[in-house]
């Protein structure tokens, strides 16, 4: 983890969070959440995971499928203990309409983040400058604020919303029990490996 994470001011931050930094619980944000606008920050949502999932823009294509998917999920996250926040450089206005208009985004009931200043996107290092939108990026936060996953794709592959789900409690295992870790494509029930010597070229 460097320094440069722990300033006060975002204006001291040289370089994007990455996993294993801690997430400044005094970043704010504005939200669109249960049919009204409110402030939010990481200081709320500390004490239980975090989904923050970035996508391009409203009103588009493949983001309306990817928040619908994760909207069918969402009860799944709460039960597991984790918040999922979207985030695009839209305004709360622009959400609630999109919000209000779209099939796919109505089922969505968690908050949705607006970034119009760019500040969240330029600090989890997903922002597209020279158009003013994000790439697809996905965060998973732990109830400590420490990043554990991070996923960035280009804005023409949509991410699947049941490999976030696993991969949030691959990193939830690995939190709750410590001196294990989850092996490639690991599901909730499965085996883990406890890393030692006697493992070492028997995998």
Same mark, same amino acid.
């Not at 592959?157 to 989850?182: I, Q, Y």
């Given at each position: 983890m460097t320094d440069t994470h722990t300033d006060d001011t975002l204006d001291d931050i040289w370089s994007p969070l990455t996993v294993g930094d801690v997430v400044p619980e005094e970043i704010g944000f504005e939200v669109y959440h249960e049919d009204r606008i409110r402030q939010m920050s990481f200081k709320d949502l500390r004490g239980g995971w975090t989904i923050l999932f970035f996508y391009? +823009?409203?009103?588009?294509? @493949? %983001?309306?499928? =990817?928040? #619908? =998917?994760? +909207?069918?999920?969402?009860?799944?996250?709460?039960?597991? !203990?984790?918040?999922?926040?979207?985030?695009?450089?839209?305004?709360?206005? @622009?959400h609630k309409a999109w919000h209000d208009t779209s099939a796919m985004v109505k089922k969505v009931s968690f908050p949705m983040a607006a970034d119009p200043a760019h500040e969240l996107s330029d600090l989890f290092g997903v922002l597209i400058a020279e158009k003013g939108i994000t790439h697809r990026g996905t965060f998973i936060i732990s109830p400590e604020g420490v990043i554990k996953t991070l996923e960035?794709?280009?804005? +023409? @592959? #949509?991410?699947? !919303? &049941? =490999?976030?789900?696993? &991969?949030?409690?691959?990193? &939830?295992?690995?939190?709750?029990?410590? #001196?294990?870790? %989850?092996? +490639?494509?690991?599901? =909730? !029930? #499965?085996?883990t490996l406890t890393p030692g010597l006697d493992l070492v070229g028997k995998l």
């Open positions: 391009p +823009a409203d009103f588009t294509f @493949v %983001c309306p499928t =990817e928040l #619908g =998917e994760m +909207a069918d999920l969402y009860e799944t996250f709460k039960k597991d !203990g984790a918040e999922i926040v979207s985030v695009s450089t839209d305004t709360v206005h @622009v960035v794709n280009d804005d +023409a @592959v #949509g991410r699947s !919303g &049941k =490999e976030t789900l696993r &991969k949030f409690r691959a990193a &939830k295992h690995a939190l709750d029990n410590p #001196g294990t870790v %989850c092996p +490639a494509s690991w599901e =909730e !029930g #499965g085996e």
